[in-house]
C-alpha cells in the first residue's frame, strides 16, 4: 500500500500521521525542524508547545474544550494520551509538562513501525506523485508553501498574530505578597484547588501598570506586517490596555473567585495569575500575559507587579505571525483542497485555534485520509459533536462572502457550544412543572448538549473504519 504523506509535524500533524498508522495504513511524517528552524520553536520535538502548556478546561459536561478532550479520548487520539499521562497542576484545567509531552508523542511516533519520519522541508507543493497528502504546515507556515496554494487557488491566505506570554522562575515569586488558589478553588485535572500563583494589585497600583504599559517601548512591526490583524482571542496585553482602561481586569486581571490570605478584608483590584508551566512546579507562565513589548521593558515593567519585584524569567514574551486559509471557501467538507483534491490540510492552518482544536482537526484528517486510502466511505462527524461543530466551522460554518466581496468573515476559531446545533427537546423545565432560570438553565443547556455530542460520537465510531 502506498504510504500517505503529512507535512509538519506539529500537533495536527503528529495526531494526523498516529490515526492513519492506526489503520494500518502507512505514512511519512515530514518535519523540517532542525534542517530548518522556526521564531518560535525551541527544540525538534514533535508537537512541541509554542506558547501556553495548557489544553484549556477539562470538564467534559459543561465545556465545549472538556467535550473535546473527551471525544479526542474516545477516538484514540495520541495527543490527549499524552497529555493525560504528562499533566500538571492548573485548577480545573489540563495543563502539561510542554517538553515531557512533546517527548512522549515523539517516542510514540518513531516506535510505531508504519510511520516514516523524515527530516527535511518541504519547501513548496508537494511533489505529483504524492497523490495523498496531508498539509499541517500549521500557524508557522513557509511563505515558499503559502504561496504555492495561493497559485493553485488563486485566493490569498489570510493571517493574523499570535503571542507568547512570559515564563516565571517560582523561586523568584515572592510569596509574602502573592499566594496560590485556583478561581472558586477548583481542582482539576491533577490539582489542588490551590494552583495558580496570585499577585494583587490595589487600584493605584493597578492604574499605574496600564500607565506604564500604555508607554512602554515595543517591537516595531515589518513592513509586511503592518496590516495583519491580530485575532481576537490571543491579543497582547498591550492592545488590550489600548481598547479601555478596565479591559485588562475584565479580562485576564479579573479580580473573581480568589480571596488574599494576606489582606482578606481588602478585594484587590485586580490579580495576575500565574499557571504552572513544568511538571516539577519549578516554571511559571503569565497568564494572558502575551505580549509585543521589547523584553528590557517586559523586565522593566513585569518587576512593578506586587510579588514579581525580584522575579527571574526563563522565556519573556514575544509575537509571530500566523497564516491560515480562507477554508469555506477552498476546502470540501473532507478537508481537501478543491482545487487539487490529492491535497488536504489540518490544523491551525485551517482556521482553527488552540491546541486542542489544532490536533482534533488533524485526527479528523488522518481519518479520512486513511478511509481513503483503504476505499472506505470518509463519513464526516455529527455536526451535534464537537468535532462535528470544528469541522463545520472550518469548511462553511459562518457568513459566506465571495472571496473578492471585499473583507472576508471567516476568522479562527476555539470550539465553543455556539458552534453547535441547537437542541430539539427543551431543557428548561423541571419535573415538577417549574423552570430554570439564569446560571441553572445555561448549565442543564450545556450538559443537554454535552450527553448528545457523546452519544452521537459513539454511534458514529462505531461505522466501519471509525473505531479506535
Known amino acids: 500500500m502506498e504510504p500517505i504523506h503529512v507535512v509538519g509535524g506539529g500537533l495536527a500533524g503528529s495526531e494526523a500521521a498516529w490515526q492513519i498508522a492506526s489503520r494500518d495504513v502507512p505514512v511519512v511524517l515530514h518535519e523540517m525542524r532542525p534542517v530548518r528552524t522556526t521564531a518560535a520553536h525551541k527544540t525538534e520535538g514533535l508537537a512541541e508547545l509554542v506558547c501556553s502548556n495548557s489544553f484549556r478546561s477539562d470538564d467534559p459536561s459543561t465545556n465545549a474544550v472538556g467535550l473535546l478532550h473527551e471525544e479526542m479520548r474516545r ?24 517538553d515531557a509531552f512533546s517527548g512522549a508523542v515523539t517516542a510514540a511516533l518513531e516506535a510505531h513501525p508504519l510511520i516514516e519520519i523524515c527530516r527535511e522541508e518541504i519547501d513548496g507543493l508537494p511533489p505529483d506523485d504524492w497523490d495523498n497528502v496531508i498539509v499541517a504546515t500549521g500557524p508557522l507556515t513557509s511563505a515558499a508553501m503559502a ?21 516565571v522562575y517560582r523561586s523568584s515569586v515572592d510569596m509574602s505578597v502573592a499566594w496560590a488558589q485556583s478561581r472558586y478553588d477548583k481542582a482539576g485535572p491533577g490539582g489542588s484547588g490551590a494552583d495558580y500563583l496570585n499577585c494583587p494589585l490595589d487600584r493605584a497600583q ?8 500604555l508607554a512602554a517601548e515595543k517591537v516595531s512591526f515589518h513592513e509586511w506586517e503592518a496590516s495583519t490583524p491580530y485575532f481576537d482571542g490571543c491579543l497582547p496585553i498591550e492592545v488590550m490596555a489600548e481598547r479601555g482602561r478596565d479591559t485588562l481586569r475584565y479580562g485576564p486581571m479579573k479580580p473573581v473567585g480568589l480571596t488574599d490570605p494576606h ?6 483590584h485586580a490579580i495576575i495569575q500565574l499557571r504552572q508551566d ?10 494572558g500575559f502575551q505580549t509585543k ?23 519573556l514574551g514575544g509575537m509571530h505571525r500566523n497564516t491560515f486559509l480562507d477554508s469555506p471557501h477552498l476546502l470540501d467538507p473532507a478537508l481537501r483542497l478543491r482545487a487539487m483534491p490529492r491535497l488536504r490540510f489540518a490544523g491551525q492552518i485551517t482556521g482553527c485555534e488552540g491546541y486542542v482544536e489544532s490536533a482534533a482537526v488533524g485526527l479528523l484528517a488522518g481519518r479520512f485520509a486513511a478511509a481513503e486510502r ?49 437542541l430539539t427537546r427543551s431543557v428548561v423545565k423541571l419535573p415538577d412543572g417549574g423552570r430554570l432560570r439564569g446560571t441553572a438553565k445555561t448549565l442543564a443547556r450545556k450538559q443537554a448538549l454535552s450527553a448528545r455530542a457523546l452519544a452521537d460520537l459513539d454511534a458514529w465510531r462505531g461505522a466501519a473504519g471509525h473505531n479506535p
Open 374 to 422: 483503504r476505499g472506505e466511505p470518509v463519513l464526516p462527524p455529527p455536526p451535534t459533536t464537537a468535532h462535528g461543530a470544528l469541522l463545520g466551522h472550518i469548511t462553511g460554518g459562518h457568513v459566506v462572502t465571495t472571496i473578492d466581496a471585499g473583507p472576508r468573515s471567516f476568522q479562527p476559531m476555539n470550539v465553543n457550544f455556539g458552534l453547535f446545533p441547537p
Open 263 to 268: 489582606r482578606p478584608e481588602q478585594r484587590p
Open 278 to 287: 513544568n511538571r516539577l512546579g519549578t516554571l511559571f507562565n503569565m497568564v
Open 75 to 98: 477516538l484514540g487520539s495520541l495527543v490527549m494520551r499524552s497529555a493525560d499521562a504528562n499533566q500538571v497542576p492548573a485548577g480545573g484545567a489540563l495543563a502539561v509538562d510542554r
Open 206 to 213: 493597578y492604574d499605574a501598570f496600564v500607565d506604564a504599559l
Open 147 to 167: 504561496e504555492a496554494v495561493r497559485n493553485v487557488t488563486g485566493a490569498k491566505a489570510l493571517a493574523f498574530f499570535d503571542a507568547i506570554a512570559p515564563i
Open 293 to 315: 513589548l521589547k523584553h528590557a521593558e517586559q523586565v522593566r515593567l513585569f518587576r512593578t507587579i506586587p510579588g514579581l519585584e525580584r522575579a527571574e524569567f526563563a522565556r
